[in-house]
């Protein structure tokens, strides 16, 4: 079959108006994906999270410390400063018995007792027994004993009578 002229222009026009449409319409089509960054490594989402989870380790850090900083401020402001061996009387002993017996307790607790020394000799076994004291033995026990019987002995009442509650 034979074209005449101007069927060939015409046929031309439309190839190249569809070439056209074709070249100026198929980016503009693409354009919306094509900045689409490729989706991430696993690499990349583990060191993301690791970051995360850095950042917020540091802020709870930061936080703690504050907040520790104000406990112990409140903490120094009411307790008492700590005590030394001089809180007891001076005598041989005396920093035996501030070295062992203060591990648990004050000595505000040996000072106010007044025993006689078969009950502050019995007193080293019920610390032990009752109260996880190391257990005390031999010369070092007599020397507690002694120490605390001197100085903590019975104490008179008032009226210079033996007090039958205290012993
Ligand atoms: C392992 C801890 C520990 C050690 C060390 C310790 N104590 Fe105690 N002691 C205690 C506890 C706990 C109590 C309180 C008992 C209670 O509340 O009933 C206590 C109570 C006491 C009391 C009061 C008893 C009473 O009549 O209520 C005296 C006195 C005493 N201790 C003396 C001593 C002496 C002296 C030493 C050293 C030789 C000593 N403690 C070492 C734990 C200890």
């Given at each position: 079959m034979s074209l005449l002229?101007?069927?060939?222009?015409a046929l031309?026009?439309?190839?190249a108006l569809g070439l056209l449409v074709l070249a100026t319409d198929i980016p503009s089509r693409r354009a919306p994906h094509a900045p689409a960054a490729p989706p991430p490594t696993p690499m990349a989402l583990a060191t993301a999270a690791a970051e995360a989870r850095?950042?917020?380790?540091?802020?709870?850090?930061a936080r703690a410390t504050v907040a520790g900083r104000e406990e112990e401020a409140r903490l120094a402001a009411v307790q008492n400063p700590p005590e030394t061996a001089e809180a007891l009387p001076p005598g041989h002993g005396r920093e035996e018995v501030f070295a062992r017996c203060t591990a648990c307790h004050s000595t505000a607790i040996i000072r106010?007792?007044?025993?006689?020394?078969?009950?502050?000799?019995?007193?080293?076994?019920?610390?032990?027994?009752?109260?996880?004291?190391?257990p005390l033995e031999g010369p070092d026990r007599a020397l507690v004993v002694d120490y605390?019987?001197?100085?903590?002995?019975?104490?008179?009442a008032p009226r210079g009578g033996a007090n039958p509650f205290l012993n």
């Open positions: 002229p101007l069927e060939k222009a031309g026009a439309i190839c850095a950042a917020a380790g540091r802020e709870e850090a106010r007792s007044g025993l006689q020394p078969a009950a502050w000799d019995e007193l080293m076994d019920w610390m032990t027994e009752k109260h996880g004291m190391p605390l019987a001197r100085s903590f002995p019975p104490r008179r």
